[in-house]
C-alpha cells in the first residue's frame, strides 16, 4: 500500500516566519503534488512536481514555494507565514499523470498562522 | 478559468436509504472524473472513476454516472451505512495536463 507521510499533523506558527512542510512517499512515484484545502472551497493546488528537482506552479502558488531534492521527498515552503495561509495542507502522490493513476494523499497538516 | 460546481454541500440520509451527489464541470476537455472520499481525520481517498468514453460504472454499492453533453457526473451511493459519512469530492481532468479541478465537496452524514 502506498504510504503519503507528513510530517507534522498540526503546527502553529507566527506572522513572518520562514515554515515547512515535509512529505514523504515510499512507492518510488514521479508525481508529487501540495493542496490546500479550505471549508467551501475545496482542494486547490498550490505547487506540484513531476521529477526530481522540477517543479510547476499550480492555481494558488503566492507565497509559496517548493523544494523537491530526493524522488521521495516533497517540501512545501512559506517564506513569511501569513494569517491568510491558516489553512489545512495535503500532499499526494501519482505513479503516473493523474489522468493514468489515481492521486494518494497523505493525512495532512493544519497550519494556524497567528 | 475552468471550474467543478458540486451539489449538495451537506447532505443528511437515512441508513439504508441511496445518496446522489452531482458534478457540473465547465472544460469540455475534461474526460476523466474520478471521486474521492475523505473520513475525518485523513486524506481523500479514490472510491470510483469514469471516463468520458463510459457513461456509467457501478462498484457494488457505489455507481457514478456521466453526462457529457450536459458536463454532469453524478456519485450514487445505495443501501448508505455508517461508514459511508464523509467528505466526497469529484474532480475532473483532461488528459496530458497534471490538475485536476475539484468540487467543493458535499459532507455525507448517515443517519441510524
Known amino acids: 500500500d502506498v504510504k503519503v507521510t507528513q510530517s507534522s499533523r498540526y503546527l502553529v506558527k507566527r506572522t513572518g516566519e520562514k515554515v515547512f512542510l515535509e512529505c514523504v512517499q515510499d512507492?518510488?512515484?514521479?508525481?508529487m503534488f501540495w493542496y490546500r484545502q479550505d471549508p467551501g472551497l475545496g482542494l486547490r493546488l498550490i505547487y506540484f512536481?513531476?521529477?526530481?528537482?522540477?517543479?510547476e506552479k499550480g492555481d494558488i502558488p503566492e507565497g509559496y514555494s517548493v523544494s523537491r531534492e530526493k524522488k521521495e521527498r516533497f517540501s512545501l515552503i512559506l517564506e513569511s507565514a501569513s494569517t491568510n495561509q491558516t489553512s489545512m495542507y495535503l500532499c499526494?502522490?501519482?505513479?503516473?499523470?493523474?489522468?493514468?493513476?489515481?492521486?494518494?494523499f497523505g493525512n495532512g497538516t493544519r497550519l494556524t498562522v497567528t | 478559468g475552468e471550474n467543478v460546481e458540486q451539489h449538495p454541500s451537506t447532505l443528511s440520509v437515512q441508513e439504508g436509504d441511496s445518496a446522489v451527489i452531482k458534478c457540473t464541470y465547465s472544460?469540455?476537455?475534461?474526460?476523466?472524473f474520478p471521486w474521492y472520499k475523505q473520513e475525518l481525520g485523513k486524506g481523500p481517498q479514490l472510491i470510483i472513476d469514469?471516463?468520458?468514453?463510459?457513461g456509467e460504472k457501478k462498484d457494488q454499492r457505489i455507481a457514478v454516472t456521466l453526462n457529457k453533453t450536459a458536463k454532469h457526473f453524478s456519485l450514487h451511493i445505495t443501501e448508505t451505512q455508517p461508514e459511508d459519512s464523509a467528505v466526497y469530492f469529484c474532480?475532473?481532468?483532461?488528459?496530458?495536463?497534471?490538475?485536476?479541478?475539484f468540487g467543493t465537496g458535499t459532507r455525507l452524514k448517515v443517519l441510524a
Open positions: 499526494a502522490s501519482s505513479r503516473d499523470s493523474p489522468y493514468n493513476s489515481p492521486l494518494h
Open positions: 512507492m518510488d512515484h514521479e508525481n
Open positions: 512536481s513531476y521529477d526530481v528537482k522540477m517543479k
Open positions: 472544460d469540455s476537455a475534461s474526460n476523466y
Open positions: 469514469i471516463r468520458s468514453n463510459v
Open positions: 474532480a475532473a481532468i483532461t488528459s496530458g495536463t497534471y490538475k485536476y479541478i
